[in-house]
Protein backbone atom coordinates (compact mmCIF):
# COMPACT_ATOMS: atom_id res chain seq x y z
CA UNK A 1 0.00 0.00 0.00
CA UNK A 2 1.66 3.23 -1.27
CA UNK A 3 1.90 5.33 1.49
CA UNK A 4 3.36 8.59 -0.22
CA UNK A 5 1.67 8.94 -3.35
CA UNK A 6 2.66 11.51 -6.62
CA UNK A 7 -0.51 11.22 -8.79
CA UNK A 8 0.63 12.88 -11.67
CA UNK A 9 3.70 10.78 -13.21
CA UNK A 10 4.66 13.87 -15.84
CA UNK A 11 4.50 17.75 -15.53
CA UNK A 12 4.98 20.06 -18.80
CA UNK A 13 5.45 24.08 -18.54
CA UNK A 14 6.80 26.89 -20.20
CA UNK A 15 9.41 28.38 -18.92
CA UNK A 16 9.15 31.01 -16.32
CA UNK A 17 5.08 29.98 -15.35
CA UNK A 18 4.92 28.28 -12.11
CA UNK A 19 5.47 24.55 -11.84
CA UNK A 20 3.79 22.94 -9.34
CA UNK A 21 4.23 19.41 -8.47
CA UNK A 22 2.15 17.59 -5.69
CA UNK A 23 1.93 14.71 -3.35
CA UNK A 24 -0.64 12.83 -1.33
CA UNK A 25 0.18 10.38 1.88
CA UNK A 26 -2.22 8.48 4.28
CA UNK A 27 0.12 8.65 7.65
CA UNK A 28 -0.93 11.02 9.97
CA UNK A 29 2.13 10.26 11.87
CA UNK A 30 4.98 11.18 9.54
CA UNK A 31 6.58 14.35 10.94
CA UNK A 32 8.88 15.48 8.06
CA UNK A 33 8.49 15.57 4.25
CA UNK A 34 10.96 16.16 2.14
CA UNK A 35 11.53 16.69 -1.75
CA UNK A 36 14.37 15.53 -4.14
CA UNK A 37 15.43 16.27 -7.66
CA UNK A 38 16.80 13.46 -10.08
CA UNK A 39 18.62 13.82 -13.08
CA UNK A 40 18.95 11.27 -15.16
CA UNK A 41 22.07 8.66 -14.08
CA UNK A 42 22.43 10.78 -10.95
CA UNK A 43 21.48 10.22 -7.78
CA UNK A 44 18.64 12.21 -5.71
CA UNK A 45 19.54 15.44 -4.75
CA UNK A 46 17.89 17.17 -1.97
CA UNK A 47 15.98 20.06 -2.49
CA UNK A 48 13.61 21.18 0.35
CA UNK A 49 12.26 20.41 3.69
CA UNK A 50 9.14 21.28 5.53
CA UNK A 51 8.41 19.82 9.10
CA UNK A 52 4.77 18.88 10.27
CA UNK A 53 4.37 21.79 12.08
CA UNK A 54 4.95 23.84 9.17
CA UNK A 55 2.64 24.82 6.41
CA UNK A 56 5.04 26.88 4.43
CA UNK A 57 8.91 26.86 3.63
CA UNK A 58 10.71 28.66 1.01
CA UNK A 59 14.18 28.69 -0.39
CA UNK A 60 14.36 31.15 -3.46
CA UNK A 61 12.16 30.14 -5.97
CA UNK A 62 11.03 26.66 -4.30
CA UNK A 63 8.06 26.59 -1.63
CA UNK A 64 6.43 23.61 -0.35
CA UNK A 65 3.20 23.84 1.11
CA UNK A 66 1.77 21.24 3.71
CA UNK A 67 -2.20 20.97 4.59
CA UNK A 68 -2.09 18.08 7.31
CA UNK A 69 -5.85 18.05 7.05
CA UNK A 70 -6.03 16.93 3.43
CA UNK A 71 -2.73 15.17 4.09
CA UNK A 72 -1.29 16.52 1.05
CA UNK A 73 2.08 18.31 0.25
CA UNK A 74 3.38 20.65 -2.96
CA UNK A 75 6.82 22.19 -4.59
CA UNK A 76 6.36 25.17 -5.98
CA UNK A 77 8.67 26.68 -8.52
CA UNK A 78 8.85 30.11 -9.36
CA UNK A 79 9.99 31.30 -12.33
CA UNK A 80 10.60 27.46 -13.57
CA UNK A 81 13.26 27.27 -15.69
CA UNK A 82 14.96 24.48 -18.28
CA UNK A 83 17.20 23.39 -15.80
CA UNK A 84 14.72 22.16 -13.17
CA UNK A 85 13.58 19.80 -16.00
CA UNK A 86 14.00 16.64 -13.74
CA UNK A 87 12.29 13.87 -11.85
CA UNK A 88 10.79 15.46 -8.39
CA UNK A 89 10.77 12.56 -5.93
CA UNK A 90 8.57 13.68 -2.30
CA UNK A 91 9.48 11.54 0.81
CA UNK A 92 7.93 11.43 4.21
CA UNK A 93 9.54 10.54 7.66
CA UNK A 94 7.66 8.16 10.15
CA UNK A 95 7.64 10.27 13.43
CA UNK A 96 10.43 8.22 15.72
CA UNK A 97 12.28 6.61 12.83
CA UNK A 98 15.14 7.66 10.54
CA UNK A 99 14.06 6.29 7.70
CA UNK A 100 11.87 7.72 4.07
CA UNK A 101 9.17 6.60 2.48
CA UNK A 102 9.51 7.84 -1.02
CA UNK A 103 6.83 8.97 -4.05
CA UNK A 104 6.90 7.71 -7.60
CA UNK A 105 8.08 10.69 -8.62
CA UNK A 106 7.11 13.23 -11.06
CA UNK A 107 8.94 13.78 -14.19
CA UNK A 108 8.86 17.63 -14.62
CA UNK A 109 9.56 19.19 -18.69
CA UNK A 110 10.41 22.95 -18.60
CA UNK A 111 9.42 24.34 -22.04
CA UNK A 112 12.13 27.16 -23.17
CA UNK B 1 37.05 11.88 -3.44
CA UNK B 2 35.10 12.86 -0.83
CA UNK B 3 31.31 12.02 -0.42
CA UNK B 4 29.36 8.99 -1.18
CA UNK B 5 30.49 6.46 -3.66
CA UNK B 6 29.06 3.36 -5.56
CA UNK B 7 30.46 0.86 -7.51
CA UNK B 8 30.37 -0.70 -9.64
CA UNK B 9 28.17 1.90 -11.79
CA UNK B 10 26.97 -0.92 -14.09
CA UNK B 11 26.75 -4.75 -13.76
CA UNK B 12 25.41 -7.53 -15.65
CA UNK B 13 24.77 -10.81 -13.88
CA UNK B 14 23.41 -14.10 -14.69
CA UNK B 15 20.42 -15.54 -12.93
CA UNK B 16 21.26 -17.25 -9.35
CA UNK B 17 24.77 -15.57 -9.41
CA UNK B 18 25.66 -13.80 -5.94
CA UNK B 19 26.36 -10.04 -6.93
CA UNK B 20 27.85 -7.40 -4.62
CA UNK B 21 26.86 -3.60 -4.47
CA UNK B 22 29.65 -1.47 -2.67
CA UNK B 23 28.75 1.68 -0.90
CA UNK B 24 31.33 4.01 0.57
CA UNK B 25 30.94 7.56 1.98
CA UNK B 26 33.60 9.45 3.55
CA UNK B 27 31.65 12.13 5.91
CA UNK B 28 31.24 9.20 8.60
CA UNK B 29 27.65 9.76 8.58
CA UNK B 30 26.03 6.93 11.15
CA UNK B 31 22.90 6.00 9.01
CA UNK B 32 23.08 4.71 5.50
CA UNK B 33 20.07 3.12 3.59
CA UNK B 34 19.82 1.05 0.07
CA UNK B 35 17.11 2.12 -2.83
CA UNK B 36 16.21 0.63 -5.61
CA UNK B 37 14.02 2.61 -7.91
CA UNK B 38 12.12 0.94 -10.59
CA UNK B 39 9.44 2.68 -12.77
CA UNK B 40 6.16 3.06 -11.19
CA UNK B 41 7.46 2.31 -8.14
CA UNK B 42 9.82 5.14 -7.43
CA UNK B 43 11.97 4.65 -4.64
CA UNK B 44 12.03 1.71 -2.28
CA UNK B 45 13.88 0.74 0.85
CA UNK B 46 15.52 -2.74 1.04
CA UNK B 47 17.80 -2.09 4.20
CA UNK B 48 18.94 0.83 6.34
CA UNK B 49 21.75 1.16 9.35
CA UNK B 50 21.75 3.49 12.02
CA UNK B 51 25.63 2.71 12.79
CA UNK B 52 28.26 -0.47 12.54
CA UNK B 53 26.38 -3.58 13.31
CA UNK B 54 22.79 -2.27 13.02
CA UNK B 55 20.82 -2.86 10.45
CA UNK B 56 17.29 -3.32 9.48
CA UNK B 57 14.99 -4.33 7.11
CA UNK B 58 13.01 -1.88 4.76
CA UNK B 59 10.19 -2.21 2.03
CA UNK B 60 11.84 -4.74 0.18
CA UNK B 61 14.35 -7.06 1.69
CA UNK B 62 13.70 -10.51 0.14
CA UNK B 63 16.18 -11.81 -1.72
CA UNK B 64 19.09 -9.10 -0.58
CA UNK B 65 21.63 -9.51 2.62
CA UNK B 66 23.48 -6.30 3.93
CA UNK B 67 26.36 -6.00 6.79
CA UNK B 68 28.14 -2.64 8.33
CA UNK B 69 31.29 -3.77 9.91
CA UNK B 70 32.90 -0.27 9.19
CA UNK B 71 30.73 3.05 9.83
CA UNK B 72 31.83 3.89 5.84
CA UNK B 73 30.80 0.91 3.85
CA UNK B 74 27.71 -0.62 3.53
CA UNK B 75 27.70 -3.01 0.68
CA UNK B 76 24.17 -4.70 -0.66
CA UNK B 77 24.56 -8.67 -1.64
CA UNK B 78 22.22 -10.53 -3.61
CA UNK B 79 22.46 -14.01 -2.50
CA UNK B 80 21.11 -15.67 -5.68
CA UNK B 81 20.04 -12.79 -8.21
CA UNK B 82 16.20 -13.17 -9.86
CA UNK B 83 15.44 -10.84 -12.63
CA UNK B 84 13.59 -9.00 -10.96
CA UNK B 85 16.26 -7.50 -9.33
CA UNK B 86 17.31 -5.91 -12.20
CA UNK B 87 16.70 -2.03 -11.36
CA UNK B 88 18.94 0.82 -10.21
CA UNK B 89 19.90 0.70 -6.90
CA UNK B 90 21.21 3.49 -4.15
CA UNK B 91 22.99 3.80 -1.55
CA UNK B 92 22.26 6.93 0.96
CA UNK B 93 23.62 8.31 3.95
CA UNK B 94 22.60 10.93 6.41
CA UNK B 95 23.59 12.17 9.82
CA UNK B 96 21.62 13.20 13.13
CA UNK B 97 22.46 16.82 13.99
CA UNK B 98 22.70 18.30 10.30
CA UNK B 99 19.08 19.62 10.43
CA UNK B 100 16.28 18.47 11.88
CA UNK B 101 15.17 17.25 8.26
CA UNK B 102 17.95 14.38 8.46
CA UNK B 103 18.21 14.58 4.31
CA UNK B 104 20.06 12.15 2.69
CA UNK B 105 22.63 12.57 0.57
CA UNK B 106 22.31 10.09 -2.43
CA UNK B 107 25.29 8.21 -4.46
CA UNK B 108 24.94 8.12 -8.60
CA UNK B 109 23.78 4.72 -8.33
CA UNK B 110 24.69 1.37 -9.96
CA UNK B 111 22.20 -0.30 -12.30
CA UNK B 112 22.06 -4.12 -12.14
CA UNK B 113 20.64 -6.09 -14.98
CA UNK B 114 19.89 -9.54 -14.15
CA UNK B 115 19.82 -11.66 -17.51
Known amino acids: DQQVKQNSPSLSVQEGRISILNCDYT??????FLWYKKYPAEGPTFLIS?????DKNEDGRFTVFLNKSAKHLSLHIVPSQPGDSAVYFC???????????FGTGTRLKVLA | DAGITQSPRYKITETGRQVTLMCHQT?????MFWYRQDLGHGLRLIYY???????DKGEVPDGYVVSRSKTENFPLTLESATRSQTSVYFC??????????????FGPGTRLTVT
Open chain 1, 27 to 32: NSMFDY
Open chain 2, 92 to 105: ASSELGQGPSYEQY
Open chain 1, 91 to 101: AARPSGTYKYI
Open chain 2, 49 to 55: SAAADIT
Open chain 2, 27 to 31: WSHSY
Open chain 1, 50 to 54: ISSIK
